[in-house]
């Protein structure tokens, strides 16, 4: 890589880093492992930097390299991930959104529990606000499989928080305070 295009990709990264670090962090709930996530993402983005410059969408596919790390992760048993203790993390919230901790909290819980792919599903729907087709072409996938994805991870949570919890939830997932 030349030294123009390493300058083009540092400066991308850095004003990219406390987005994907949220996304990273609403998928995996764990600061953690959403250090890891994204360290995976700009990792392959740096090898692939001059083929993901030319993309339509700069943004939108460095968000999709960043989503199928956290898939593969899903997919690897525990053995794969190492912990670090003793270090303390402080997600970035998103900006104009007073934190809700009550709220973020119980929603925290609920996503956890919740299968990886729809989980993904909901946190580029309703967190990230993206259209179907975009999250479609994120996760690589029909819209229709996203929208049964979305119905059944709404319908997860409703079932994990029960019915007064659900209009909260859904309410804070559409002002992104999660």
């Given at each position: 890589m030349h030294a123009a295009e390493e300058?083009?990709?540092?400066?991308?990264?850095?004003?990219r880093l406390p987005s994907l670090r949220r996304l990273a962090y609403y998928l995996c709930k764990d600061a953690h492992r959403a250090d890891d996530v994204v360290q995976m993402a700009i990792t392959?983005?740096?090898?692939h930097w001059r083929r993901a410059r030319a993309a339509r969408d700069l943004d939108r596919y460095v968000d999709a390299m960043l989503v199928r790390c956290f898939l593969n992760d899903q997919r690897l048993g525990w053995w794969t991930r190492v912990r670090l203790a003793g270090y303390s993390h402080e997600v970035p919230e998103a900006a104009g959104h007073p934190p809700?901790?009550?709220?973020?909290s119980v929603v925290h819980a609920a996503l956890a529990k919740v299968p990886p792919?729809?989980?993904a599903v909901?946190?580029?729907r309703f967190l990230c606000?993206?259209?179907?087709?975009?999250?479609a072409e994120i996760l690589?996938?029909?819209t229709g499989n996203v929208k049964s994805q979305a119905a059944r991870g709404l319908a997860a949570l409703r079932r994990l928080l029960g019915d007064d919890p659900a209009s909260m939830v859904e309410g804070a997932m559409r002002h992104g305070r999660p």
């Amino acid at each position: 890589m030349h030294a123009a295009e390493e300058r083009d990709y540092v400066d991308y990264v850095t004003a990219r880093l406390p987005s994907l670090r949220r996304l990273a962090y609403y998928l995996c709930k764990d600061a953690h492992r959403a250090d890891d996530v994204v360290q995976m993402a700009i990792t392959r983005l740096y090898v692939h930097w001059r083929r993901a410059r030319a993309a339509r969408d700069l943004d939108r596919y460095v968000d999709a390299m960043l989503v199928r790390c956290f898939l593969n992760d899903q997919r690897l048993g525990w053995w794969t991930r190492v912990r670090l203790a003793g270090y303390s993390h402080e997600v970035p919230e998103a900006a104009g959104h007073p934190p809700d901790v009550e709220t973020r909290s119980v929603v925290h819980a609920a996503l956890a529990k919740v299968p990886p792919r729809q989980r993904a599903v909901l946190v580029l729907r309703f967190l990230c606000d993206l259209p179907v087709t975009e999250v479609a072409e994120i996760l690589g996938c029909s819209t229709g499989n996203v929208k049964s994805q979305a119905a059944r991870g709404l319908a997860a949570l409703r079932r994990l928080l029960g019915d007064d919890p659900a209009s909260m939830v859904e309410g804070a997932m559409r002002h992104g305070r999660p």
